[in-house]
């Protein structure tokens, strides 16, 4: 009995062997791939913004493996990439917290060349340059900590080396968000958020890394401090910046200081705050309450932040081809357009292009009025025909970026200086 | 073997070492590791063993600390107050105004109700209640009783201790309310007998009696408030310290050993103020 099953068994597997090699002559890969990518999960990380549930569904439908995804605030991001390496596969974090986390040794090195659009890759993530004629802004520039000596480097290099620390994925320029209808007039400079004004009615994140930057925005604006490099202060350009803001918070300028999107939202659309440091699906979230809420373009230029996604140094294998596969379909378009429906930046724009209307396409990426409603990737109306985005489009948007979100050499000083600040 | 355990210390300690080693294992190892831990050095994004002391060097020399340390026991000392003198009212109604056994359970259970949900949840609900454009606000405008809304009901020291209150007075009201129950009733007739004002049976019987109630009370909503950093961070809108809040924006950044370190300091500290607490009543002896 025994006999006879082994023996119908081996006769199968052989013709089912012979059957896959004539497959596999005509198909190479794909066809074993197919098969045991099903069962791979991958554990990708990272903060709310682009940890969304929407593209786990869509990478199961069309690549066919399973994403798992955790959303977690961007302290709590640092510190499990720093150090539960084994807990994620794939990291999704910004380039300011690559900057810490990579000498650690828990990501590893990207071969660009089996990244197919890498070619279409905006200059931001590659010289630096939006255009050619651009000048680099101050901070950690993307593409500053971009790029690695080669698989097993643990250092940053200038150029474009081969071997990529993150593949970047999203990004955006980040300004301040008003409350136009409590307001009342208009707002032109960073310096607003400090006008007595607004006493008890504005509000800064408190993020130290992306709060100093704000923060340094406005002391520049008003002229008390000419900084060398706001991205990378020295102890008394620290100092002086979190004296101003002190100062400023015992005088009772803010209502509170939030740390959370949600708690960005609550506050702006309660009203408790009317002028505050904001990110750009907040401001849709406000306003898809029926609340007006704008993303006011300022005249010093913008804040900057990008983010991008990190492989764990413990990948490898099928799980390994998997995440390529992934990183691939994620700077093929489809993502792209769901991104760029929020008022972010995808990566390589142009594939996104064909996921998007030829109105939402204008809307959101060439600055011009919409000729329909606009509405978010979940369905609800964002804007009207005739409306234009705040800021205009992506080139004189990210064009004007004064600064990226950094860490400074000063970063342990600067933190102790920010939590003095929040407890002063 | 049956000897050996007729042997009233060998029982005695083997009774005891299940506990014994339940409390080691849980209590006093994760505490000796913080102390450990506290003289370590930290980089950016890992620690490292050393034997230094400039965490405490910076903690102890940091003008924040001591006035986040004030600030702590403001906040425990205004919160231990008002939960008293509540807990207090409250115990002493349910256990001498309330005649039936059926109705002293029923409302003491009243008094549980909030707990059903989590603590967080009790917590926030009072945000939009004392925003600006709040409910309390709002009702306080239609009844013209002020003209602008008041911006100190909420993200300021007042929101803060009223969510404290609000989550810890039972924390009171448990312990006073059992040792009320205890007190013969015999007492107070004597005493009533012998001419007592209602005051003096009061402050001569009644709180002297409860004194052990009153003094676990105390040790639960001054521990409780000390801890605490998540109440303290929602409701002054993150614009106040205490000590937990320094302890969990350590912990994010990612600097352990600084954790550590105001973590022995404030475990220090609690512990002096429940010992001195102690000084006051004998919590073994009316038990």
């Known amino acids: ?22 497959a596999a002559s005509a198909f190479p890969a794909p066809m074993i791939w197919a098969q045991n990518i099903k069962d791979i999960t991958l554990r990708q990380f990272g903060t709310g913004v682009s940890n969304l549930n929407e593209v786990a569904q869509k990478v199961k439908e069309e690549l066919g493996f399973t994403l798992e995804m955790t959303a977690l605030d961007s302290d709590a991001v640092t510190q499990r990439a720093a150090t539960q390496p084994k807990s994620f596969d794939i990291a999704d974090i910004e380039y300011w917290i690559c900057k810490k986390i990579w000498p650690t040794g828990n990501l590893q090195a990207m071969d ?21 004629e651009s000048t680099i802004a101050q901070g950690t520039a993307p593409h500053s900590v971009g790029f690695t000596s080669g698989p097993g480097g643990k250092d ?62 406005v002391c520049e604006a008003m002229g008390e401090i000419a900084y060398g490099d706001k991205g990378n202060m020295t102890r008394e350009e620290i100092d002086k910046t979190m004296a101003i803001f002190t100062e400023a918070k015992k005088a009772g300028q803010f209502r509170a200081f939030w740390k959370t999107f949600d708690e960005s939202v609550n506050l702006m659309a309660s009203g408790e705050v009317v002028i505050q440091s904001m990110w750009s699906p907040a401001i849709t979230a406000v306003k898809s309450r029926g609340i007006p809420c704008v993303y006011q373009p300022l005249k010093e230029g913008y804040r900057s932040w990008g983010g991008g996604i990190g492989l764990s140094a413990n990948l490898s294998g099928l799980a390994l081809d998997a995440a390529y596969e992934y990183i691939n379909w994620y700077l093929s ?78 970063n342990q000083y600067m933190v102790r200086k920010w939590n003095e600040f929040i407890a002063a | 073997m049956a000897a050996l355990l007729k042997n009233r210390h060998l029982t005695g300690w083997l009774l005891a070492s299940p ?24 980089t950016e994004f890992s620690i490292y063993p050393a034997f230094q002391f400039d965490n405490y060097h910076f903690l102890l020399t940091s003008p924040v600390t001591l006035q986040v340390f004030l600030n702590t026991f403001k906040y425990a000392l205004v919160t231990w107050a008002l939960t008293l003198g509540i807990g207090f009212t409250v115990a002493y109604f349910l256990a001498f105004h309330v005649r039936s ?63 404290f209150v609000h989550l810890y007075t039972l924390f009171m009201v448990v312990p006073i ?32 009696l409860c004194k052990p109630g009153i003094m676990i009370g ?40 600084s954790a550590a370190a105001t973590a022995v300091i404030l475990l220090v500290t609690v512990l002096m103020v429940i010992g001195t607490l102690l000084r006051f009543v004998d919590i073994r002896k009316e038990l």
């Open chain 1, 156 to 217: 940053f290099v200038a150029e474009e080396s081969g071997w990529m620390t993150l593949i970047p994925t999203i990004y955006n320029a980040d300004t301040l968000g008003i409350r136009p209808d409590l307001i009342g007039r208009p707002i032109e400079s960073w310096t607003e958020l400090l006008n007595p004004e607004f006493k008890g009615k504005a509000s800064i994140l408190d993020i130290s890394s992306i709060g100093i930057m704000d923060a340094a925005m």
């Open chain 2, 218 to 257: 105390s040790i639960f909503v001054v521990t409780l408030v000390m801890g605490d950093f998540i109440t303290v961070r929602f409701m002054s809108g993150s614009q106040s310290a205490n000590v937990g809040r320094l302890i969990s924006n350590d912990i994010a950044l990612l600097q352990y050993p």
């Open chain 2, 101 to 163: 056994q059926t109705w002293q359970i029923a409302l003491f259970l009243l008094c549980t109700i909030p707990f059903w949900t989590s603590n967080i949840i009790r917590m926030i609900s009072w945000i939009p209640f004392l925003g600006r454009n709040g409910l309390a606000n709002s009702t306080l405008i239609s009844w013209e009783v002020i003209d602008e809304p008041l911006e100190w009901l909420l993200f300021s020291d007042f929101s803060v201790i009223l969510a």
């Open chain 1, 112 to 132: 660009t060349s089996k990244i197919a659009n890498y070619d279409k890759i905006v200059g931001i993530f590659r010289s630096g340059k939006l255009t050619p």
């Open chain 1, 333 to 410: 378009g489809w993502v792209g357009g769901f991104l760029m429906r929020q008022g972010y930046y995808s990566a390589v724009p142009e594939t996104s292009k064909d996921f998007m209307s030829e109105n939402e396409w204008g809307y959101w990426f060439e600055g011009k009025p919409a000729t329909d409603t606009i509405t978010n990737p979940q369905g609800q109306p964002m804007a009207q025909a005739g409306d234009v985005r705040d800021g205009g489009s992506f080139h004189d948007r990210m064009g004007a970026v004064a600064c990226w979100n950094a860490v400074m050499d000063e």
């Open chain 2, 177 to 208: 309310f059992n040792t009320m129950m205890r007190i013969d009733r015999s007492l107070i007739e004597a005493a009533n007998d012998a001419g007592a004002t209602g005051f003096q049976i009061l402050t001569n019987v009644i709180i002297p």
């Open chain 1, 1 to 22: 009995m025994t006999q006879a099953t082994k023996t119908g068994l081996s006769r199968r597997t052989l013709l089912t062997g012979a059957a896959a090699g004539v």
């Open chain 2, 19 to 42: 506990l014994a080693a339940v409390l080691a294992f849980f209590l006093v190892l994760p505490i000796l590791m913080i102390v450990v831990v506290s003289f370590w050095g930290a």
